[in-house]
């Protein structure tokens, strides 16, 4: 092996996990046409680890067997759960990564790579609920009030273990610092526990709710828009039919032979334009429930050695738990982004240490100014 073959063979590595991880959101995706663009995304994968596999078989470097990397299997384990939409932020960052690894490699097969992979980055976004730069802009110059844009229940569960965990812990190490005692710590711990799940709960109801009226009324607007002005929906329909790569004429085409179903004319114009499911646009009560556990899970967490130990020692040993499950969760995050997870992981446990660090020492001063 040298250094050159060493490359080749990350490259492979690289584009083979990629295209694994295509074919299976391919396979998972229930949309027609999201399915159709992820096959097409792991096809031109599969050909460029063709690309690195060749050149190592001529070099001589035996090619290793072509199996998916654990990330790859659990994004897609994640997906089959809780959708693609939940792991393409994940992957959105690969590909810029992918084509900044190819442009500094450079040569007659890396450079042209490069800008396959931005091209990658761009239909990923796309997937992932952004229109075009150009379909966008010309769309919003008519119909500035379209909104939107939904977080990922992934990183909703993440930040809601988090939040939980690292706050109650911020809250019961404040407290212990003024001097509370065992008990008093535990009585604040599910305290701070459940005011803080019930504010998270109602304040994602809130959100939801608000959000899924905005929503319903811009399906409702489009609709009227639809019924109102037909010619400039399908003016609309054919300029986001030129971005998918359709020539005007076959564009024009075919927005109006769909404008003679309105149902469909009006459901392609609010998954294409809005980036919008008109059948799935969120529960409150889901949302809600779902925050309450999740905070819930992590502020337990600080609270649990204080059933068992007391004094210095409770708190040393809900500090050491909070930071191994906080390492875990931003290991996690790190690993699915394909970042050093102890990175991310080091940056979360560092983070809440100041943080509880900062609150005990307020605690404590607190506790001698009132003494």
């Known amino acids: 092996m040298t250094p050159r073959t060493d490359v080749w063979l990350q490259n492979l590595k690289d584009e083979r996990d990629g295209a694994a991880l295509y074919e299976g959101l391919a396979a998972v995706e229930r949309n027609a046409d999201r399915a159709a663009s992820f096959a097409e995304l792991g096809h031109g994968e599969r050909r460029h680890a063709e690309v690195w596999r060749h050149k190592l078989e001529k070099a001589g470097v035996p090619v290793p067997p072509d199996r998916p990397s654990s990330r790859v299997r659990t994004l897609l384990w994640l997906a089959r759960r809780l959708g693609s939409d939940a792991v393409i932020p994940y992957i959105v960052a690969n590909e810029a990564g992918d084509a900044d690894k190819y442009a500094k490699q450079g040569g007659a097969d890396a450079t042209p790579m490069a800008e396959e992979e931005r091209a990658h980055q761009q239909v ?12 966008r802009a010309a769309i919003a110059t008519r119909e500035r009030w379209h909104r939107g844009g939904r977080g990922g229940s992934l990183r909703a569960a993440i930040f809601g273990v988090n939040d939980g965990l690292l706050s109650n812990l911020s809250l019961v190490l404040g407290v212990a610092g003024a001097g509370a005692d065992s008990h008093g710590l535990m009585v604040t711990g599910f305290a701070g526990l459940l005011a803080g799940a ?14 899924r009226d905005i929503l319903a009324r811009q399906v409702d607007l489009e609709r009227r828009e639809l019924a109102e002005a037909p010619q400039e929906e399908a003016a609309e329909l054919a300029l986001i039919f030129q971005q998918k790569g359709l020539s005007p004429d076959h564009a024009a085409r075919t927005a109006a032979e769909l404008l003679k179903n309105p149902e469909h004319a009006l459901d392609t114009l609010v998954r294409e334009e809005l980036g919008l499911d008109p059948e799935d646009l969120g529960s409150p009560w889901s949302a809600a429930g779902s925050s309450f556990a999740t905070f819930a899970v992590g502020a337990f967490i600080p609270v649990v050695p204080f059933f068992f130990l007391h004094g210095t020692l409770a708190m040393v040993v809900a500090s050491a738990a909070a930071g191994v499950v906080l390492a875990g969760v931003g290991g996690l995050v790190g690993f699915l982004a394909g970042t050093p997870a102890w990175k991310s992981g080091a940056r979360m446990v560092g983070l809440a240490a100041l943080a509880g660090g900062a609150t005990w020492a307020v605690g404590r001063l607190f506790g001698a100014a009132i003494s």
């Not at 990923?124 to 379909?135: I, Q, S, V, W």
């Not at 504010?199 to 608000?210: C, L, P, R, Y």
């Open 198 to 211: 019930f504010s998270m709960a109602v304040g994602e109801f809130t959100s939801v709710a608000s959000q």
């Open 124 to 135: 990923l976004t796309g997937l992932g609920g952004a229109r075009p730069m150009e379909a």
